[in-house]
């Protein structure tokens, strides 16, 4: 055993909670913790009556092989999943979105990491409402996703093809592109309300290509070209569509109102 194992062995058997027995009683077990008294856990001077066993065997004075140092360090140290742990707190000026106060921190991180300002050995991690922002952020992502392949799956049953399902959902990709360009222009982030607008878009986009696309196949089946059948679809589903539409959009804006008031 190596001098800092020692010196860890009698550190530990001094200060710590080292089991050393087990006292059976009839009813119950007593474990038996080795530790010095209580009058001399209160100084360090009380290192100077410790002692390391030599490798001959003799006792050596715990202080004749350390260097003793008075300096100022916190009361406790916090831990996190068994690691000391330091929690640092910002808050968000007025119109700051959290989205863009949490880029410029991990920004800050960077920054430091690049110029060796912080170890790698320092890890870091959001907590609170960052992290419950994020991970809702993955959690719509997902339910994103799972609504296109729902949609995909009840227009392929109700069209049975599947090919017109891909038809009407072909929209989509503008339809995201154009809610993106609005939130860019407006300086909205792409925060929950957002996630739910894109999913109400979604389903309006949707709703538009199916009163088109009816159209077109009953048209088709008539014996028109497929050219001439969606331009004569544009052109008597535009008043229903703007209707519809229109009402779609005044009932988000009277549930927008409602929740700012």
Known sequence: ??????????????????????????????????????QYQQSPDALSKLYVRSSQGALVPLDTMMRLKHQIGPLNINHFGQLPAVTIGFNTKNGVALGTATQQVEDAISALRTSGGMPPTVT????????????????LQVLLVIAILVIYIVLGVLYESFIHPITILSGLPSAVFGALLTLTLFHKELDLYAFVGIIMLFGVVKKNAIMMIDFAIDARHKGETAREAIWQGCLLRFRPIMMTTVAALFGTCLLYTSRCV
């Open 1 to 38: 055993m190596c001098i800092r194992d020692r010196l860890q062995d009698a550190l530990y058997s001094a200060f710590g909670s080292r089991e050393v027995s087990v006292i059976y009683a009839p009813a119950d077990q007593y474990s038996v913790i080795l530790e010095l008294a209580k």
């Open 124 to 139: 870091t991690e959001f907590q609170g409402t960052v992290k419950e922002s994020q991970n809702s952020s993955q959690n």
